[in-house]
């Protein structure tokens, strides 16, 4: 049989794309080199001093029994780097997310059980720089600033006749078979499609947890293409699954099963995998190939740490534990233990408008930003208030929230927002303390200028927050630090004369006259 030495087996991860992610682009620029100079990137799961390929071969089919499902591919989301410092110079590595590693994970322990001689890694990492110091732990050191996800193919590399050689697993065939010459150089192959299953009932506990509620939640949203009829689907409330049918009896005839066998029991996957690292939350979400979406990061970090570590609310605060949603849960079981529908639709309805919102923020408004800026309805400028450089951007949208998103996401310290009736406000990250009186003070003159209103007007006046009766356009709120041309819901307050290029040479001329800071000191003055 033939027998490999200096062996490993593990994912095997595309290069180019990796390469291509900024983090790494940053590392390269800093002069951190690859280990080695070919083109690959893997994660292993286990070192062999010497291994015969049938031997290894067996493992895996093993395995894959054992696991119940295919290990040939899986998704890494690499979220923290470390970095090692040694005789050699520096040896950076990324750390993934070992949350969304499962079948990593249980090949580790699996091998190991099989194949006594296994030496397996003591941290899964993606080396990215420097010589790797072999013996030494690679623990998750640092958040990394922009997680990132690849799909990964199961290989096991090696030397056999003095020669290295890579064999990818072939899970239809059962073996490992030659890698194609630019494999590593080429995108790995996209976690299998679940088929299509029609469902008219969900079944699940009583007794409705977080964990549970977040997976209906997920399916009533997102599951109907790989679930028809889940989204109106009814449901079936069992403290155990009736002995009548297997699970897999039960899930032919229409029925998903949730924590009640079959493949959405956490229970089961988690012993199969040796590792208590799912929920049932969290396998719904991977099923539908949402688990590294950003709209259902937190609601499935919550369900996790809820069904795993009892932990729905972590703050000692009294109020906080007495308004977290968990303990509400807690408390909507036990008065309607007898109406386990009405506490499952009432929390879904919670999370539901917590996942919208998600959605909105991590796709909707960055797809609405980005078709802004393609369709000539945004710009962005730098603006300066003493020694402070300004981030600003000016945009033409209905869509109320794109200032907010901007200033959170993209860091943006002033945002021109103009509707399409013309009304036009203006917003400002509140911590920057911008001075916006000689800007409201210049609109205001330029406004009475356009209809022929009375120029003569005090200073005081044009510098005044809230409205002015004679300028009824422009509202100064110093409290918010923002200028309104009508805000959210004008309400009969008329739109402004002044077109866009007369606003932004009014921004650009007045903005640089004012104090940055000078709002801030104002306030603590009047605290004091």
């Not at 080199?33 to 015969?52: C, D, L, Q």
């Not at 072939?170 to 150089?185: G, L, N, P, Q």
């Not at 977040?214 to 403290?239: D, M, Q, R």
Request: with cysteine; aromatic share 8%.
């Amino acid at each position: 049989m033939p027998m490999f030495t200096q062996a490993w087996i593990g994912y095997d991860l595309p290069f180019e794309p990796i390469e291509s992610e900024s983090s790494i682009r940053a590392i390269r620029k800093a002069g951190f080199k690859k280990r080695t100079g070919h083109p690959e990137h893997h994660v292993t799961a286990s070192y062999f001093p010497e291994i015969e390929l049938q031997e290894l071969t067996d493992a895996v089919i093993a395995g894959e029994e054992a696991y119940g499902g295919d290990l040939s591919h899986a998704q890494f989301r690499f979220d923290g780097y470390g970095v090692i410092s040694h005789a050699k110079g520096k040896y950076i590595y990324l750390s993934p997310d070992e949350e969304t590693i499962p079948e990593t994970i249980f090949l580790r322990r699996f091998l190991k059980e099989r194949i006594p001689s296994a030496q397996q890694a003591s941290e899964f990492h993606l080396s990215i720089g420097g010589p790797d110091p072999f013996g030494e732990a690679k623990p998750k050191q640092t958040p990394l600033t922009k997680p990132f996800s690849a799909n990964g193919s199961l290989v096991l590399v090696g030397k056999m006749d003095e020669e290295f050689q890579k064999l990818v697993w072939d899970h239809a065939a059962h073996r490992f078979v030659e890698a194609e010459a630019d494999a590593a150089e080429e995108p790995a192959t996209p976690r299998p499609k679940p088929e299509p299953r029609t469902v008219h009932t969900i079944a699940l506990f009583p007794k409705i947890q977080a964990d549970t509620a977040a997976a209906v939640c997920i399916l009533h949203l997102f599951g109907e293409e790989l679930f028809p009829g889940v989204s109106k689907a009814e449901f079936a409330f069992w403290t155990a699954l009736p002995q009548e049918k297997t699970p897999q009896e039960y899930e032919a005839e229409g029925y998903l099963l949730l924590d009640l066998g079959g493949a959405f029991d956490h229970h089961i996957i988690n012993e199969q995998s040796g590792a208590r690292t799912q929920c049932v939350a969290t396998l719904v979400a991977r099923h539908l190939g949402l688990d590294t979406h950003p709209a259902l990061k937190k609601i499935l970090a919550w369900a996790k740490r809820d069904d795993l570590e009892g932990k729905g609310t972590v703050s000692a605060d009294p109020l906080d534990r007495a308004f977290g949603l968990s303990g509400i849960i807690m408390n909507l079981n036990r008065l309607y233990h007898k109406d386990p529908g009405f506490v499952l639709d009432t929390v879904t309805n919670v999370l539901d408008a917590h996942i919208r919102e998600e959605y909105r923020r991590h796709v909707e408004l960055p797809q609405e930003w980005e078709k802004l800026q393609q369709e000539g309805r945004a710009e962005t400028f730098l603006v300066q208030q003493g020694s402070a450089e300004l981030n600003s951007v000016y945009l033409e949208s209905d869509n109320v929230s794109l200032a907010g998103f901007l200033k959170a996401a993209h860091k943006v310290d002033l945002v021109i927002q103009r509707a399409s009736t013309g009304h036009t406000n203006i917003v400002t990250q509140q911590l920057r303390s911008i001075d916006l009186q000689p800007v409201v003070a210049e609109l205001r003159l330029a406004e009475v200028g356009k209809d022929g209103r009375p120029h003569k007007i005090p200073k005081d006046v044009l510098h005044a927050t809230g409205s002015v009766d004679v300028i009824p356009e422009w509202y100064y709120d110093d409290a918010a630090n923002t200028i309104q041309n009508g805000g959210i819901h004008p309400q009969g307050i008329p739109a402004t004369k002044l077109s866009k290029d007369e606003i932004l040479a009014i921004l650009r001329d007045t903005i640089p006259r004012g104090i940055i800071g000078s709002l801030k000191r104002k306030k603590t003055r009047e605290l004091q």
